[in-house]
Every structure is written in C-alpha cells, then in structure tokens.
C-alpha cells in the first residue's frame, strides 16, 4: 500500500471514531437529564416547598365511594367511565350523614356522570369543571357544606 492510502485511511478511521465518540456523548448527556427530572436530588426547593404547603392544608376525613361504570353520553354509544372517588369531609361527624344519604349521593352521580361526553372530560379542565359540578350538587344533597374537595382514585375512559 502506497502512503497516500494509508493517510487516507487513517483519517476515514479517525473521522468515524470521532463521530461515533460525538454520538455517544450526545446520548450520555440525554440519559442524565432524563436520570436528573425522574430522580430529582434529594434536597430541592420544590420539594421543601411541596411539603410546607403540605404541613397548611390538612387533608380531612375521606369517604370513600364504590367504583361508578356508565355510558358516555356519546353518539355511537360505545363509551364508557370507570370512576372510584374519595370524599373529603369537614369533619369526621359527618360520615354517619353521608351513610344515611349514601342512595341519593350514588344516584346524584350516577345522574350526572352518564350526561357528560368524552370530549366534555378528557382534558384535565374537564375532570375539574366535573369535580367543581360534582362538589356543589352533592353539597346541595347534604345539610352543611360537608365536601371539600372530591379526589378521583380511578378515572378510566374506554
């Protein structure tokens, strides 16, 4: 072989070796940014921040409901919701109100969940104007404000 071939393979292989270097670098830097937002460090401001709102709102007394399986309001009828929720309470007194009122609670949701289309509730702003909806009717049902908030534990759509 001449030496003009060998320098020209030289640097063919020099060059390949580089970008392959460049390549792995590349993905080495993706994996810990990715390593770095799943597995934050154990020290962060959001965190302690998370945790000092945590510590000013209590969660109350949660009731929690049977799974809800309906039809959509859907067009071709072929839509369903699986919805399992927790309520919370003001105050512990008031599940013995929410046993007793257990039927037409169940009824109440069951009356609005079926109206609501899968376009309706889909989106995040959909499951909350739900909630919001769902909070007021059923505070409606009950002698005092008794619900909070109402937390989905399961909101599957099919």
């Known amino acids: ?11 063919v292989f020099l060059i390949f070796v580089v970008v392959i270097g460049a390549g792995f670098f590349m993905i080495w830097n993706k994996v810990s940014a990715l390593d770095h937002i799943v597995n934050p460090p154990a020290d962060t401001a959001s965190e302690r921040a998370a945790e000092k709102g945590a510590q000013e709102h209590p969660i109350g ?8 399986i309906v039809n959509l309001s859907d067009p071709t009828g072929n839509r369903f919701l699986r919805a399992t929720m927790d309520l919370e309470l003001t105050s512990e007194v008031l599940s013995q109100e929410m046993q007793k009122r257990l ?24 499951k909350i104007a739900l909630r919001n909806e769902l909070t007021e009717k059923l505070n409606g049902l ?12 399961e909101f599957v759509i099919q």
Do not use: H, V
């Open 1 to 11: 072989m001449s030496n003009k071939l060998m320098i020209i393979i030289m640097t």
């Open 61 to 68: 007394p949660l009731y929690s409901l049977d799974t809800f």
């Open 103 to 126: 039927p037409q609670i169940r009824d109440m949701i069951l009356t609005m969940l079926p109206s609501r289309r899968f376009e309706d509730i889909q989106s995040s702003e959909g």
């Open 142 to 153: 009950l002698k005092k404000k008794a619900i909070t908030n109402i937390y989905f534990t």
